[in-house]
């Protein structure tokens, strides 16, 4: 079975400022794909940033990179230079076939950016 | 292209009632999916499709039925609603099944029902 955990319900960020949303995974499949979503007070679901199981380098989006360690089974999303339109809640969720190609999420983080 | 687009934006409904969740997708993507996301539940997979004429069930099936005539619509039906059913509904779409395609949300349904 697959797990994503995210043990930081909220995280208060200043302005400008870089933060790190933890991610862990449990998966017994060798190919698999790590996603990070955001979700604003309105709503949506917006992708962010992807990561393979098999890419050596760590995924990174503009001011988004995601700080993959293999063994430890985490997929951290770290945000740079952090803008009040950054606040939102962050959801990290895997990816594999054999489970309906469904995607499974975590609980989320809410990210709160102040001045 | 619009992406993935769901109609209605909110519903209310009344125990028992039925209703039809629209969903539609410009990309030609083969891949769909129905999630509902519940308060500190995450997202779970209702039902999925993996190309026109082929569905199958996700982890929270019971009380919904899809299907997929077209590869551009998977409308979702709720077939006697019942507060359980109380949620906001996501429709997705991707290119394909594999681990490595991206998932892309639609804007959500807002659904009550008393």
């Known amino acids: 079975a697959q797990k994503i955990t995210q043990t930081q319900p909220g995280m208060f960020v200043q302005e400008k400022e870089a933060v790190t949303l933890d991610c862990t995974y449990d998966?017994?499949?060798?190919?698999?794909?790590l996603f990070w979503y955001k979700q604003p007070s309105s709503g949506e679901m917006i992708f962010l940033i992807y990561?393979?199981?098999?890419?050596?380098q760590n995924a990174t989006e503009g001011r988004y990179s995601l700080n993959f360690q293999k063994a430890r089974k985490s997929a951290n999303l770290v945000i740079s230079a952090s803008q009040l339109g950054d606040s939102a809640m962050y959801f990290c969720a895997m990816r594999s076939l054999g489970t309906a190609s469904k995607l499974t999420f975590g609980t989320g983080t809410r990210l709160q950016v102040t001045l | 292209n619009a992406g993935v687009t769901q109609t209605p934006k909110f519903q209310v409904l009344k125990t028992g009632q039925s209703m039809t969740l629209q969903c539609a997708q410009d990309?030609?993507?083969?891949?769909m999916s129905w999630y509902r996301q519940d308060p500190g539940m995450g997202l779970r997979l209702i039902h999925y499709?993996?190309?026109?004429?082929?569905?199958d069930q996700g982890e929270v099936p019971n009380g919904y039925n899809v299907s997929r005539s077209t590869t551009e619509d998977f409308p979702l039906r709720l077939l006697s609603a019942a507060p359980s059913q109380t949620s906001v509904y996501f429709c997705?779409?991707?290119?394909?099944?594999?681990?490595?395609?991206?998932?892309?949300f639609g804007p959500g349904t807002r659904l009550t029902v008393l």
């Open positions: 499709s993996v190309g026109a004429g082929i569905t």
């Open positions: 997705a779409s991707s290119w394909g099944q594999s681990s490595t395609d991206t998932q892309y």
């Open positions: 998966t017994s499949d060798q190919s698999y794909g």
């Open positions: 990309m030609n993507h083969e891949y």
């Open positions: 990561q393979g199981s098999y890419d050596e």
